[in-house]
Protein backbone atom coordinates (compact mmCIF):
# COMPACT_ATOMS: atom_id res chain seq x y z
CA UNK A 1 0.00 0.00 0.00
CA UNK A 2 1.52 3.24 -0.80
CA UNK A 3 0.56 6.67 0.54
CA UNK A 4 0.59 10.58 -0.34
CA UNK A 5 3.59 11.18 1.56
CA UNK A 6 6.02 8.75 -0.61
CA UNK A 7 4.70 10.76 -3.72
CA UNK A 8 8.15 12.84 -3.27
CA UNK A 9 11.42 11.65 -2.19
CA UNK A 10 14.18 13.85 -4.21
CA UNK A 11 14.38 16.25 -1.35
CA UNK A 12 15.51 13.84 1.14
CA UNK A 13 19.47 13.89 2.43
CA UNK A 14 19.41 9.98 2.01
CA UNK A 15 16.94 7.16 0.66
CA UNK A 16 13.80 5.95 2.34
CA UNK A 17 14.28 2.83 4.54
CA UNK A 18 13.80 -0.35 1.83
CA UNK A 19 11.60 -1.66 4.50
CA UNK A 20 7.59 -1.37 5.24
CA UNK A 21 6.45 1.60 6.76
CA UNK A 22 4.30 0.66 9.87
CA UNK A 23 2.50 4.38 10.64
CA UNK A 24 1.44 7.26 9.26
CA UNK A 25 0.16 10.23 10.40
CA UNK A 26 -0.87 13.88 9.81
CA UNK A 27 0.66 16.88 11.51
CA UNK A 28 -1.77 19.90 11.28
CA UNK A 29 -2.46 23.63 12.34
CA UNK A 30 1.29 23.58 13.39
CA UNK A 31 3.52 26.38 15.44
CA UNK A 32 7.70 26.19 15.15
CA UNK A 33 8.52 28.50 17.77
CA UNK A 34 12.72 28.36 17.94
CA UNK A 35 14.94 30.04 20.75
CA UNK A 36 18.85 29.61 20.53
CA UNK A 37 20.05 27.15 23.52
CA UNK A 38 23.60 26.89 24.85
CA UNK A 39 25.16 24.19 23.34
CA UNK A 40 26.70 23.02 27.07
CA UNK A 41 23.63 23.17 28.41
CA UNK A 42 22.13 20.81 25.54
CA UNK A 43 25.24 18.00 25.68
CA UNK A 44 24.04 17.00 29.08
CA UNK A 45 20.44 16.74 28.19
CA UNK A 46 21.10 13.71 25.46
CA UNK A 47 22.86 10.71 25.31
CA UNK A 48 26.49 10.60 25.22
CA UNK A 49 25.97 8.88 21.63
CA UNK A 50 24.65 11.66 19.49
CA UNK A 51 26.31 14.87 19.18
CA UNK A 52 24.47 18.12 19.86
CA UNK A 53 23.78 19.28 16.19
CA UNK A 54 24.79 23.14 15.50
CA UNK A 55 23.75 26.08 12.58
CA UNK A 56 27.02 28.41 12.74
CA UNK A 57 27.59 27.46 15.95
CA UNK A 58 24.77 27.67 17.54
CA UNK A 59 21.97 25.19 18.06
CA UNK A 60 18.25 25.50 19.14
CA UNK A 61 15.47 25.03 21.18
CA UNK A 62 12.05 23.99 19.27
CA UNK A 63 8.25 24.30 20.99
CA UNK A 64 6.33 23.09 18.34
CA UNK A 65 1.91 22.99 18.99
CA UNK A 66 0.07 21.14 16.60
CA UNK A 67 -2.86 18.48 15.97
CA UNK A 68 -2.66 15.11 15.00
CA UNK A 69 -4.97 13.80 12.71
CA UNK A 70 -5.24 9.98 10.92
CA UNK A 71 -3.38 8.72 13.38
CA UNK A 72 -3.00 4.65 12.73
CA UNK A 73 -0.76 1.72 12.54
CA UNK A 74 -0.58 0.36 8.67
CA UNK A 75 -3.32 -1.32 7.28
CA UNK A 76 -6.23 -0.29 9.91
CA UNK A 77 -8.64 2.83 9.43
CA UNK A 78 -8.69 6.04 11.28
CA UNK A 79 -10.86 5.27 14.44
CA UNK A 80 -13.20 7.92 16.43
CA UNK A 81 -11.44 9.45 19.72
CA UNK A 82 -8.10 7.44 18.60
CA UNK A 83 -6.87 9.04 15.59
CA UNK A 84 -6.68 12.68 16.04
CA UNK A 85 -5.74 14.96 18.95
CA UNK A 86 -3.88 17.95 19.89
CA UNK A 87 0.24 17.38 20.45
CA UNK A 88 2.79 19.70 21.80
CA UNK A 89 6.47 18.64 21.21
CA UNK A 90 9.61 20.55 22.58
CA UNK A 91 12.48 19.43 20.60
CA UNK A 92 16.30 19.45 20.04
CA UNK A 93 18.67 18.91 17.48
CA UNK A 94 20.96 15.65 17.10
CA UNK A 95 22.95 14.13 14.63
CA UNK A 96 24.34 10.77 14.25
CA UNK A 97 26.26 8.38 12.02
CA UNK A 98 25.42 11.74 9.36
CA UNK A 99 21.77 11.74 9.72
CA UNK A 100 20.40 14.94 11.39
CA UNK A 101 17.35 13.97 13.68
CA UNK A 102 15.27 15.44 16.91
CA UNK A 103 15.53 14.42 19.99
CA UNK A 104 12.49 15.32 22.34
CA UNK A 105 12.56 16.92 25.90
CA UNK A 106 8.66 16.29 25.93
CA UNK A 107 6.13 15.33 24.39
CA UNK A 108 2.37 16.13 25.49
CA UNK A 109 -1.15 14.79 24.17
CA UNK A 110 -4.60 14.69 24.96
CA UNK A 111 -4.64 11.00 24.39
CA UNK A 112 -4.37 8.25 26.91
CA UNK A 113 -3.84 5.49 24.26
CA UNK A 114 -1.63 7.60 22.02
CA UNK A 115 0.83 8.32 25.14
CA UNK A 116 1.13 5.03 25.50
CA UNK A 117 1.67 3.48 22.86
CA UNK A 118 4.59 5.91 22.33
CA UNK A 119 6.15 5.11 25.20
CA UNK A 120 5.78 1.43 24.43
CA UNK A 121 6.74 1.02 21.06
CA UNK A 122 9.07 4.38 20.39
CA UNK A 123 10.04 4.92 24.05
CA UNK A 124 9.75 8.37 23.30
CA UNK A 125 9.03 11.04 26.77
CA UNK A 126 5.50 11.28 26.30
CA UNK A 127 2.91 12.60 29.26
CA UNK A 128 -0.87 13.02 29.03
CA UNK A 129 -2.40 16.32 29.21
CA UNK A 130 -5.70 18.19 28.96
CA UNK A 131 -5.47 20.12 25.78
CA UNK A 132 -7.42 22.41 23.13
CA UNK A 133 -6.87 23.92 20.02
CA UNK A 134 -9.11 26.24 18.24
CA UNK A 135 -9.80 28.49 15.55
CA UNK A 136 -8.75 31.89 16.41
CA UNK A 137 -9.48 34.63 13.41
CA UNK A 138 -7.06 33.58 10.65
CA UNK A 139 -4.94 31.38 13.39
CA UNK A 140 -5.65 29.48 16.27
CA UNK A 141 -5.27 29.56 20.00
CA UNK A 142 -3.46 26.50 21.59
CA UNK A 143 -3.97 25.32 25.28
CA UNK A 144 -2.15 22.60 27.30
CA UNK A 145 -1.81 21.52 30.86
CA UNK A 146 0.14 18.28 31.81
CA UNK A 147 -1.89 16.29 34.42
CA UNK A 148 0.61 15.91 37.60
CA UNK A 149 3.07 18.43 36.69
CA UNK A 150 2.83 22.29 36.19
CA UNK A 151 3.80 22.23 32.53
CA UNK A 152 1.70 24.47 30.81
CA UNK A 153 1.30 25.92 27.59
CA UNK A 154 -0.73 28.88 26.06
CA UNK A 155 -0.25 30.46 22.68
CA UNK A 156 -2.20 32.46 19.85
CA UNK A 157 -0.39 32.06 16.66
CA UNK A 158 -0.91 32.54 13.01
CA UNK A 159 0.70 32.43 9.62
CA UNK A 160 1.32 36.23 7.91
CA UNK A 161 2.54 34.79 4.33
CA UNK A 162 2.27 32.77 1.53
CA UNK A 163 3.56 28.80 1.35
CA UNK A 164 7.00 27.93 0.85
CA UNK A 165 9.74 25.84 0.77
CA UNK A 166 12.48 26.88 2.93
CA UNK A 167 15.77 26.23 1.02
CA UNK A 168 18.44 24.42 1.19
CA UNK A 169 21.83 25.73 3.43
CA UNK A 170 19.30 27.95 5.38
CA UNK A 171 18.34 27.71 9.29
CA UNK A 172 14.87 26.95 8.85
CA UNK A 173 15.83 24.06 6.11
CA UNK A 174 18.12 22.61 8.91
CA UNK A 175 15.71 23.36 11.85
CA UNK A 176 12.60 22.09 9.78
CA UNK A 177 13.26 19.33 7.11
CA UNK A 178 15.28 16.38 9.50
CA UNK A 179 13.61 12.55 8.73
CA UNK A 180 14.48 10.95 11.87
CA UNK A 181 14.09 11.08 15.68
CA UNK A 182 16.62 9.45 18.05
CA UNK A 183 15.17 8.00 21.50
CA UNK A 184 16.66 5.56 24.41
CA UNK A 185 15.12 2.90 25.67
CA UNK A 186 15.17 2.20 29.56
CA UNK A 187 18.49 -0.31 29.25
CA UNK A 188 20.16 2.30 27.25
CA UNK A 189 19.86 1.04 23.74
CA UNK A 190 20.18 4.10 21.19
CA UNK A 191 17.43 4.28 18.59
CA UNK A 192 16.72 5.64 15.86
CA UNK A 193 13.01 5.99 14.02
CA UNK A 194 12.75 6.91 10.71
CA UNK A 195 9.95 9.25 8.62
CA UNK A 196 9.00 10.74 5.60
CA UNK A 197 7.11 13.54 4.09
CA UNK A 198 7.14 16.20 1.35
CA UNK A 199 9.47 19.54 2.49
CA UNK A 200 7.22 21.58 4.98
CA UNK A 201 4.57 24.21 3.67
CA UNK A 202 6.38 26.69 6.14
CA UNK A 203 4.39 30.20 6.13
CA UNK A 204 6.08 32.62 8.46
CA UNK A 205 4.01 33.63 11.71
CA UNK A 206 3.15 35.85 14.46
CA UNK A 207 2.88 34.53 18.05
CA UNK A 208 1.92 35.31 21.86
CA UNK A 209 2.84 33.13 23.96
CA UNK A 210 0.83 33.44 27.63
CA UNK A 211 2.53 30.92 29.29
CA UNK A 212 5.33 28.58 29.16
CA UNK A 213 6.66 26.19 31.87
CA UNK A 214 7.49 23.41 29.76
CA UNK A 215 11.22 23.99 29.97
CA UNK A 216 11.48 24.23 33.82
CA UNK A 217 12.87 21.72 34.43
CA UNK A 218 16.11 21.31 31.85
CA UNK A 219 17.92 24.48 32.87
CA UNK A 220 17.02 26.36 29.15
CA UNK A 221 14.93 28.95 28.67
CA UNK A 222 12.15 29.98 26.21
CA UNK A 223 11.00 33.42 27.80
CA UNK A 224 9.53 35.82 25.92
CA UNK A 225 8.17 36.34 22.02
CA UNK A 226 10.68 33.46 20.11
CA UNK A 227 13.02 34.65 17.48
CA UNK A 228 11.89 32.44 14.98
CA UNK A 229 8.39 31.39 14.46
CA UNK A 230 6.86 29.35 11.41
CA UNK A 231 3.44 27.85 10.41
CA UNK A 232 2.11 24.35 8.44
CA UNK A 233 -1.01 23.89 7.70
CA UNK A 234 -0.66 19.99 6.97
CA UNK A 235 2.40 17.43 6.71
CA UNK A 236 1.37 14.00 5.91
CA UNK A 237 3.90 11.60 7.77
CA UNK A 238 4.85 7.78 7.27
CA UNK A 239 7.02 6.34 9.99
CA UNK A 240 9.12 3.03 9.80
CA UNK A 241 9.77 1.48 13.25
CA UNK A 242 12.82 2.01 15.82
CA UNK A 243 15.92 0.63 14.61
CA UNK A 244 18.65 -0.01 17.15
CA UNK A 245 22.15 1.86 17.03
CA UNK A 246 24.02 0.68 20.33
Excluded at 23 to 49: G, I, K, N, Y
Excluded at 105 to 115: F, H, I, K, R, Y
Excluded at 180 to 187: F, I, K, V
Aim: glycine residues 4%; proline residues 10%; neutral net charge.
Amino acid sequence: MSHPALARQDHRPWPVPARAWTWRQSWCDLLFAHWPAPVETVRSLVPAALAVDVFDGVTWLGIVPFHMSGVMRRPLPDLPWVSAFPELNVRLYVTHEGKPGVWFLSLDAANALAVWAARRFFHLPYFQASMAITPDGEGFAYRSARRDSPARFAASYRPVSTVYEAAPGTLEHWLTERYCLYAQRPDGALLRTEVHHAPWPLQRAEAAIEVNTLVDAFSLTAAGPAPLLHFARRLDVVVWPPERLT
